[in-house]
């Protein structure tokens, strides 16, 4: 079963609002990190925060991490028409097994920013 | 640089139909990545490759095989293509297996019939 899940499925706003995207996790993690993926195109790393960390700040980027709830949140402030994608949370952990980096991804959430 | 770049960008095949996505990285990375992209289900890892000369199945390798060429280039083949496998086709890479930072290609769109 997927690991994390991306809540809301779907979100609409207006140019200027903010929007806030919520991931749930089930296991312990390593770190977090959220990437956004414009349609058709590939995935793009945005931020990562560390299990250790309770906040994190990128440009008009915020993430927030609650272990203790298994969860994150995503703010986007000041949205803008280009930040139009969809958002992915991805948990990662250690592979005991032949190493390597192991990233378990979200459903992720659809974000559409309207003029 | 190019980044991570995947061949082709689109295929269709029918039903027991082979064939091989390339990928390629010219980062240097040292760990590179299969996933599978279906509508709903966010992105599930097929195999990775944690250096050159190792691969490891992840979770949904059945009916893939791959090969870590060398360290730039990853392929993923289909040797018996299924509707099942109809998806969109990621190649990622990494700079190794403490980088947590992965690198996605553009993606390859598959549609089996």
């Known amino acids: 079963s997927q690991q994390g899940e991306e809540d809301p499925q779907a979100l609409s706003i207006q140019e200027g609002e903010n929007a806030t995207m919520n991931c749930s996790y089930k296991?312990?993690?390593?770190?977090l990190q959220w990437y956004r993926q414009n349609s058709g195109r590939g995935l793009v790393h945005l931020i990562l925060?560390?299990?250790?960390?309770r906040e994190k700040h990128s440009g008009r980027l915020r993430v927030t991490l609650d272990t203790s709830k298994k969860s994150s949140s995503l703010l986007i402030t000041a949205s803008r028409a280009a930040d139009t994608a969809s958002y992915f949370c991805?948990?990662?952990?250690?592979?005991?097994?032949?190493?390597?980096?192991?990233?378990?991804f979200g459903t992720g959430t659809q974000l559409k920013v309207e003029l | 640089n190019a980044g991570v770049t995947q061949t082709p960008k689109f295929q269709v095949l029918k039903t027991g139909q082979s064939m091989t996505l390339q990928c390629a990285q010219d980062?240097?990375?040292?760990?590179m990545y299969w996933y599978r992209q279906d509508p709903g289900m966010g992105l599930r890892l097929i195999y990775y490759?944690?250096?050159?000369?190792?691969?490891d199945k992840g979770e949904v390798p059945n009916g893939y095989n791959v090969s870590r060429l060398n360290k730039r280039e990853f392929s993923l083949r289909l040797e018996s293509a299924a509707p099942s496998q109809t998806s969109v086709y990621f190649c990622?890479?990494?700079?190794?297996?403490?980088?947590?930072?992965?690198?996605f290609g553009p993606g390859t769109r598959l549609t089996v019939t």
């Open positions: 925060i560390r299990s250790n960390e």
């Open positions: 490759s944690a250096s050159e000369g190792t691969t």
């Open positions: 980062m240097n990375h040292n760990s």
């Open positions: 991805a948990t990662d952990r250690y592979i005991l097994t032949g190493g390597g980096n192991k990233l378990t």
């Open positions: 990622a890479s990494s700079e190794d297996h403490y980088s947590y930072e992965q690198y």
């Open positions: 296991t312990s993690i390593n770190n």
